[in-house]
């Protein structure tokens, strides 16, 4: 199956980085992400919109890459 990750720069206030360099144990999320999906996805691409997406019919993971709720 096929992973696609779409960017987002979001700076996650008061940790001044994006959602996907936060740690959980000592690790970042998006490695959590990652190793979670391993058994799943053998092909991974990053995109910055979902315009970007690859014109296919193979399965794909659509994923946010910097998963954070707020307000917004």
């Not at 970042?28 to 991974?44: M, V």
Request: proline share 4%.
């Amino acid at each position: 199956m096929l992973k696609v990750l779409l960017r987002n720069k979001k700076i996650i206030e008061p940790f001044n980085e994006s959602a996907r360099e936060l740690s959980v144990q000592n690790m970042p999320l998006w490695s959590l992400q990652r190793d979670q999906l391993a058994n799943f996805c053998d092909r991974e691409i990053q995109v910055d919109s979902t315009a970007e997406l690859p014109a296919t019919s193979e399965e794909r993971l659509v994923l946010a890459d910097n998963l954070f709720f707020d307000r917004e």
